[in-house]
């Protein structure tokens, strides 16, 4: 019989509970629904929704501070407005783990997407962030492990971001 195939969101799931993240900060996303749903299932972890992404990345930072282990998820239009904040967690030698699923990639449908999806990584990695972009969804998994064990072992700013290959594309309605 067929091994049952698990999403991508059940590999970063456990991998985050390997870990102990106490703390999820969120902008929901279509993408993330899968993950978020079981973040909410299991009771365990905290889970933050965000007015703006930015708001993330102090109450990671916080989180650090007071001895626990936080993320943020969101899509890759939010990594805009974090920029100013990302330096927070650098002067405090804090980690910033992020899971960012992207948009303005193979398949896009609105324009507006397109810019900050083509500069995502660019635009973190100016502000010290260590991007692990990863285009297989069998991937994601241990590429989120890795990501955060650099992030919470070396206290840095990591981010992973699932392409959208792996995510899908999508059409009017489905912002």
């Known amino acids: 019989m067929p091994k049952p195939v698990s ?13 102990d993240v106490a703390m999820v900060c969120t902008v929901p996303d279509g993408g993330l629904t899968k993950l978020l749903g079981l973040i909410e299932d299991d009771g365990k972890i905290g889970l933050v929704t965000l007015s703006s992404e930015q708001e993330g990345i102090g109450v990671a930072t916080g989180c650090w501070l007071g ?8 899509q890759s239009s939010g990594v805009g407005n974090c920029i100013n904040a990302l330096g927070l967690p650098l002067a405090y030698r804090a980690p910033c783990l992020m899971l960012i699923t992207m948009r303005g990639q193979w398949g896009e449908f609105n324009p507006w997407q397109v810019p900050m999806g083509q500069a995502t990584k660019a635009t973190l990695e100016a502000m ?22 650099i992030a919470f ?22 912002q």
């Open 7 to 19: 999403h991508w969101s059940d590999d970063v799931f456990r991998a985050m509970k390997a870990r």
């Open 67 to 74: 001895g626990k282990r936080a993320m943020i998820a969101m």
């Open 153 to 174: 072992n070396s206290r840095v700013s990591a981010a992973v971001l699932v392409s959208q290959r792996i995510v899908g594309a999508k059409g009017f309605g489905q």
């Open 128 to 149: 010290d962030v260590k991007c692990f972009p990863v285009d297989k969804a069998d991937e994601v998994g241990e590429t989120f492990a890795a990501a955060a064990d």
